[in-house]
């Protein structure tokens, strides 16, 4: 069949070709998940876990070789890279356990001889939308939590990374997960269109999970709405990130340092909105452009380097259009601002103002656009005035000012004091048209189950 290259986003060198899947290919992995749904529906809880549990420890024993894939067909630096190995055995080690809990209820009746209870159950084929950006991190996520629901998958890796997504795959077959309850369907930047279609429009697929950009979100959300097929969605994010007058300043440097520039900006819960209070803005300016200034951009597979190249080059087109007209627009360029080898220099741009592309859009990139404020009330209404709602983060140690504005913020996760905000055992997601639905916790097996209420009457 056809293949399609994966390049070395640093150096453009060819790391391997990939088999491009089309809409006939993705066909037959949905056939192909729908047949063995009968029989992993039936797989015992305990028998599930087990496999799960043996998934995550395969993703420790090989994380040194699996973070190499990663930085390859990525660039993040080979320690980010170690870390996102580490963050995708969490899921499923915390999807090994939560298959066993999930629980129905008994239901007082009304009446006297009847009895109402509710149980859950798979929902059936899930159709799995992966991006680039942690190519083993959010396949993971996915993966984990339908295979713990008792659901089948296809998974769509992201068409710049499919080897991570590859060798979990291979790693799910090496724990011992049946032939078909996995399926591998990746394609090109060409096929993407018939693929999501075929994914929108095939009758088996009981469930499509998405992570990527709000404007392919919302076109898979209408698509689905044709035959009310449920999806979930953990889309685009424009995060505000809040310095206080009362924030301990080293902290937020820290903070935002590893918010701001982790996977050189690259994520969805990034900082890209950063509201520093005027009586706190010139301290935290000089320790924040000293701490910018130690960061190395590179191969991430150098020692030392901190910033990779960005994903391909039409998202350094975007980060330095974003830059330019905001520069056009009268913005200040403290540092950086400037495309290197394949990536982009770190960047802090200051004199922003609202109606700046760098504080609209979400930059994807290691852009950091600052805004001086005076007022709580004025911060949050900035973070607020956004059609997003992924995350938001904020530093105080003003314990009431802490209440007040977490209540406030119009998002669907806050890190107050902390940026680490990504674990398994905390639900992700977000509020307006950041997404639907959430993933990891207790909740991630919402998505992939039906919950079904039974009426025992004649008693």
């Known amino acids: 069949g056809e293949t399609f290259p994966v390049y070395n986003p640093f150096n453009n060198e060819l790391v391997a070709t990939v088999v491009d899947c089309g809409a006939k290919d993705v066909e037959e992995a949905i056939d192909s998940a729908a047949e063995a ?19 995550g420890d395969l993703l420790i024993r090989d994380t040194a070789r699996l973070a190499r894939v990663l930085t390859e067909e990525n660039g993040k630096p080979l320690a980010e890279a170690k870390g996102e190995v580490g963050f995708a055995a969490s899921f499923f080690h ?98 993407v269109r018939e693929v999501g279609q075929q994914f929108c429009d095939n009758p088996k697929v009981a469930v499509i999970s998405f992570t990527g950009s709000c404007e392919v979100g919302k076109m898979l959300y209408s698509e689905c709405g044709k035959s009310v097929k449920r999806v979930a969605l953990e889309l685009g994010g424009n995060a505000p990130f809040i310095i ?23 994520t969805c819960v990034t900082a890209n909105r950063i509201l520093v209070q005027d009586d706190l803005y010139d301290q935290f300016m000089q320790k924040f452009l000293e701490e910018v200034a130690k960061l190395k951009v590179g191969n991430g597979l150098d020692e030392g380097v901190t910033q990779g190249p960005l994903i391909n080059k039409k998202q350094q087109e975007r980060v330095v259009r974003i830059v ?21 220099q770190p960047t802090v741009l200051t004199g922003v103002t609202e109606d700046m592309a760098c504080w609209k859009e979400e930059i994807f990139g290691p852009v950091a656009s600052i805004i ?21 983060f904020f530093y105080s140690r003003d314990y009431s000012q802490i209440h ?56």
């Open 244 to 266: 206080f007058s009362s924030a301990d300043v080293e902290a937020a440097v820290n903070g935002l340092m590893a918010s701001k520039f982790r996977n050189t900006g690259q």
């Open 37 to 55: 749904l009968k029989t992993w529906r039936k797989v015992l809880p305990r028998q599930r876990a087990a496999i799960l549990r043996k998934i």
């Open 324 to 344: 330019q007209d905001s520069v056009n627009a009268g913005v200040k360029v403290e540092v950086g601002g400037q495309v290197q080898d394949n990536g982009f």
């Open 94 to 191: 915390w999807f090994a356990e939560e298959t066993r809990r999930s629980y129905g209820d008994l239901i007082p009746s009304p009446a006297g001889d009847k009895q109402f209870l509710t149980v859950r159950e798979p929902i059936g084929v899930a159709a799995l939308i992966c991006p680039w950006n942690f190519p083993i991190g959010m396949p993971a996520r996915k993966i984990s939590a339908a295979l713990a629901a008792g659901c089948t998958c296809v998974v769509k890796p992201g068409e710049d990374t499919p080897l991570s997504t590859l060798e979990l795959v291979k790693l799910c077959e090496e724990a011992g997960v049946p032939s078909g309850v996995v399926n591998f369907t990746p394609c090109s930047r060409d096929r």
């Open 372 to 392: 001086r404020f005076s007022t709580e009330e004025e911060a949050v209404n900035m973070a607020n005035n956004c059609d997003r709602g992924l995350a938001a």
């Open 404 to 459: 007040r504005v977490y209540s406030a913020l119009e998002a669907g996760m806050i890190g107050v004091n902390d940026v680490a905000i990504s674990v398994a055992e905390a639900p992700f997601g977000g509020y307006k048209t950041s997404g639907i639905g959430k993933e990891g916790s207790r909740h991630g097996l919402d998505e992939y189950s039906n919950l079904k209420m039974v009426c025992l009457g004649g008693l």
